[in-house]
């Protein structure tokens, strides 16, 4: 490990469109000490080409070609060829703040931290930036049990005992990770193709032992909603998928040996999940009685009611706590008029 270098990993598939956008805002950072790895996952566009052109611009930039296997091991492939003291994922088709690295480095290493996490920004497909999300937390340094105590729960969901929402978000790119802490706990991602939500199953393996988290509490990501298509695709798989990851996260919590507070935290990560998918049937190109079909399929589900019928939902807003009843009692077609309304 390089001193003072933060190697920040770029996965490339498919973003042409995009790619120079996030590319500058890394190569301008006000901080200068980078080590920027582009791993080009095998993408059948210009992507590899631009990729090239960049590291003959910039002798900070490393390319990296590989075949196709998905965002999880195009990450891992930037781990594998980091050498710096911290290291951060971003995707290719975002970008960041130009002082970015300059105050994550400053606020990692000044409080010895193995990872810092911070808040980023929603931009529409217009480039409008909308609704940021800042860390609001009590501290701005957690150490050793206070990491799978408080941190951890609180990146996952908002507290359903007292309501809590500290804007802490389980993604790869909010946070600069400590290369030490990574390669000591032999950390890397699993693949989106077989777990739907890879960086919270990932993140769990990698709390278990960090010893010490900071907070900095400014949205430094800009999470780009990259233009939006005319057709509406609900794949019947993505509630199997986010079944799966979620049984697999519990499993996860019990061999880790974390508490309840994280486990209750997972199921409405869950359902928050399965409301996402309600929301892409009820706009799916399909006619209303398919759409309602597909919708009664998972609300009546038994896996999804044994967890949906145990959540503490009294700290949840009153267009919450009517969903969450109508699911609860398999009111189908009440639940298909509120998620409507909502998208």
């Not at 200068?32 to 791993?39: A, F, M, P, R």
């Not at 994922?89 to 193995?114: G, H, Q, R, T, V």
């Not at 967890?307 to 009153?318: D, F, H, R």
Request: with cysteine; charged share 25%.
């Amino acid at each position: 490990m390089r001193k003072g270098v933060v190697s920040v990993v770029l996965p490339i598939y498919n973003v042409e469109k995009y790619l120079n956008r996030c590319v500058k805002s890394v190569v301008n950072q006000s901080y200068k000490n980078l080590e920027i790895i582009l791993v080009d996952d095998g993408s059948p566009d210009n992507c590899p080409e631009l990729c090239e052109d960049w590291a003959k611009k910039d002798s900070r930039i490393k390319v990296v070609h590989k075949e196709n296997a998905g965002l999880g091991y195009a990450r891992n492939t930037g781990i594998e060829n980091a050498t710096g003291e911290y290291i951060c994922f971003f995707d290719s088709d975002d970008y960041i703040a130009l002082d970015a690295i300059e105050k994550a480095y400053s606020c990692i290493s000044e409080n010895k931290a193995e990872m810092v996490l911070f808040g980023f920004c929603n931009v529409d497909s217009s480039g409008k930036t909308k609704k940021c999300m800042i860390p609001k937390t009590k501290k701005k340094l957690y150490r050793q049990s206070e990491v799978q105590s408080y941190v951890l729960p609180n990146l996952i969901a908002p507290d359903p005992k007292t309501g809590e929402k500290t804007n802490l978000w389980m993604s790869a790119w909010a946070c600069m990770y400590s290369m030490e802490a990574i390669q000591r706990e032999q950390w890397k991602f699993v693949s989106e193709r077989q777990y739907i939500s890879e960086d919270v199953y990932s993140l769990l393996f990698l709390y278990k032992g960090l010893q010490s988290v900071a907070i900095l509490p400014e949205a430094l990501y800009f999470y780009c909603e990259n233009g939006t298509s005319l057709t509406h695709v609900y794949r019947q798989d993505r509630y199997d998928k986010n079944k799966f990851c979620y049984d697999a996260c519990l499993n996860a919590c019990e061999k880790l040996n974390y508490n309840q507070d994280v486990k209750d935290r997972l199921a409405f990560q869950y359902v928050s999940n399965i409301i996402g998918a309600l929301k892409l049937i009820v706009t799916a190109d399909c006619s209303k009685k398919e759409q309602k079909e597909f919708l009664k399929e998972i609300v009546t589900d038994n896996h999804f009611q044994a967890v949906v019928q145990k959540m503490n939902t009294s700290k949840e807003s009153l267009p919450r706590k009517i969903l969450f009843t109508a699911m609860r009692h398999k009111l189908c077609g009440v639940v298909y008029s509120l998620i409507k309304i909502k998208s």
